[in-house]
């Protein structure tokens, strides 16, 4: 029974329907479709569709993965008054017609959201008509699930503090890839598929899908000092951004398709502290050097200061990080596996590599209240 006296009852003779919400950037569509593949893996008549929009990465991600894709007209949340907000009225009430038009199409039992410019028309959409699920990645919420806690049936946080009232906290939906990687059983295979050294340490480097100027100017700056110490490196640079190749025991990428090899080759990793990131990173058991992107309320910091807390890794300001700094922070660790052990177990302890069938059980049971 919903707050506003609606009874919401699964559909007779058939699975679950689920709908997602979660369209824009990787950081909000991966939690989704992770979420969306425990969601079958707990019970293989459900069916799922995904909402999303022309822009962002919705319709190279989703359809990949196997799931339908309902587009919906984009609502760009302004963080600023600006021209731009006075006409958000009007185009939320576009996109939240066609989000019901939708919900109706799937016969929608639950609408699953995880913030961003997707999310907001499908809270409004679904609101007393299809109980709502809400999961906040980021330390900090955003304004889409501020206003969609306010009449969700069950709020799901990964990290304590995140303003959302009575949020359970249950970490953020990885693939299953990630979250049942055997690193040790992968290394030698994951090496030979990157041309990595066989032994030795290996230090995995990545800012994103289109790099970090900050990050790779350090590594360009360490890698001499990197390379003279035994530490492979691991590169995903972005487009155009690497340093020169061509020497032994370094790989430079555009970026890497196959994360989960990526981790298993590596002993340790730097890169920035968004909440995807910290995530995988610690349910894999790396020890991490995170450089918070400097801009926004702080939020990566904030993300990355659990794992920290535990002896997960490190946190260095971005205007810190030089080539002179990532070797005194790295290096040490690099060169002692009994330390890299220890803060690799520390990182894992301090996530929640079942987060995602954890929230398939919340979305289903409110399926079933």
């Given at each position: 029974?919903?707050?506003?006296?609606?009874?919401?009852?699964?559909?007779?003779?058939?699975?679950?329907?689920?709908?997602?919400?979660?369209?824009?950037?990787?950081?909000?569509?991966?939690?989704?479709?992770?979420?969306?593949?425990?969601?079958?893996?707990?019970?293989?008549?459900?069916?799922?569709?995904?909402?999303?929009?022309?822009?962002?990465?919705?319709?190279?991600?989703?359809?990949?993965?196997?799931?339908?894709?309902?587009?919906?007209?984009?609502?760009?949340?302004?963080?600023?008054?600006?021209?731009?907000?006075?006409?958000?009225?009007?185009?939320?009430?576009?996109?939240?017609?066609?989000?019901?038009?939708?919900?109706?199409?799937?016969?929608?039992?639950?609408?699953?959201?995880?913030?961003?410019?997707?999310?907001?028309?499908?809270?409004?959409?679904?609101?007393?008509?299809?109980?709502?699920?809400?999961?906040?990645?980021?330390?900090?919420?955003?304004?889409?699930?501020?206003?969609?806690?306010?009449?969700?049936?069950?709020?799901?946080?990964?990290?304590?503090?995140?303003?959302?009232?009575?949020?359970?906290?249950?970490?953020?939906?990885?693939?299953?890839?990630?979250?049942?990687?055997?690193?040790?059983?992968?290394?030698?295979?994951?090496?030979?598929?990157?041309?990595?050294?066989?032994?030795?340490?290996?230090?995995?480097?990545?800012?994103?899908?289109?790099?970090a100027r900050s990050?790779?100017?350090?590594?360009?700056?360490?890698?001499?000092?990197?390379?003279?110490?035994?530490?492979?490196?691991?590169?995903?640079?972005?487009?155009?951004?690497?340093?020169?190749?061509?020497?032994?025991?370094?790989?430079?990428?555009?970026?890497?398709?196959?994360?989960?090899l990526a981790y298993?080759?590596?002993?340790?990793?730097?890169?920035?502290?968004?909440?995807?990131?910290?995530?995988?990173?610690s349910a894999v058991?790396?020890?991490?050097?995170?450089?918070?992107?400097?801009?926004?309320?702080?939020?990566?910091?904030?993300?990355?200061?659990?794992?920290?807390?535990?002896?997960?890794?490190?946190?260095?300001?971005?205007?810190?990080?030089?080539?002179?700094?990532?070797?005194?922070?790295?290096?040490?660790?690099?060169?002692?596996?009994?330390?890299?052990?220890?803060?690799?177990?520390?990182?894992?302890?301090?996530?929640?590599?079942?987060?995602?069938?954890?929230?398939?059980?919340?979305?289903?049971?409110?399926?079933?209240?």
């Amino acid at each position: 029974m919903s707050q506003y006296g609606t009874q919401y009852l699964p559909r007779m003779g058939s699975g679950p329907s689920v709908v997602i919400a979660g369209g824009g950037t990787a950081g909000h569509i991966e939690p989704a479709l992770a979420l969306a593949d425990a969601v079958k893996r707990l019970r293989p008549d459900a069916t799922v569709t995904a909402l999303g929009t022309e822009k962002g990465l919705d319709r190279t991600l989703i359809p990949a993965r196997g799931y339908p894709l309902e587009l919906i007209p984009p609502v760009p949340l302004p963080r600023k008054p600006s021209a731009d907000l006075l006409r958000l009225p009007g185009r939320v009430r576009g996109a939240v017609a066609r989000v019901r038009e939708v919900l109706e199409k799937v016969d929608a039992d639950v609408v699953v959201g995880f913030g961003g410019y997707v999310a907001l028309p499908a809270y409004l959409g679904a609101r007393g008509r299809v109980p709502i699920v809400v999961h906040e990645a980021n330390a900090r919420a955003g304004l889409a699930n501020k206003v969609g806690a306010r009449f969700a049936a069950r709020v799901v946080a990964a990290v304590p503090g995140s303003g959302l009232r009575n949020a359970q906290i249950l970490g953020i939906p990885l693939r299953h890839a990630v979250t049942t990687l055997d690193r040790a059983a992968l290394r030698a295979e994951a090496r030979a598929r990157f041309g990595l050294p066989a032994d030795g340490p290996v230090l995995l480097v990545f800012g994103g899908s289109q790099g970090a100027r900050s990050l790779n100017a350090a590594v360009a700056a360490a890698l001499p000092g990197l390379l003279r110490e035994g530490v492979g490196v691991l590169h995903a640079h972005g487009a155009g951004n690497g340093p020169a190749g061509g020497q032994a025991g370094y790989v430079g990428l555009p970026y890497i398709d196959d994360m989960h090899l990526a981790y298993a080759a590596a002993d340790a990793v730097l890169c920035r502290a968004g909440a995807m990131t910290v995530a995988e990173v610690s349910a894999v058991g790396l020890p991490a050097v995170y450089v918070p992107l400097p801009i926004g309320n702080g939020e990566q910091a904030l993300n990355a200061q659990p794992v920290v807390a535990a002896g997960g890794g490190v946190i260095v300001p971005d205007a810190e990080l030089t080539g002179d700094r990532v070797l005194a922070e790295l290096v040490p660790w690099l060169k002692d596996p009994a330390r890299l052990a220890a803060m690799g177990e520390a990182a894992r302890g301090s996530g929640h590599a079942d987060a995602d069938e954890r929230l398939a059980e919340v979305v289903l049971g409110v399926i079933r209240t």
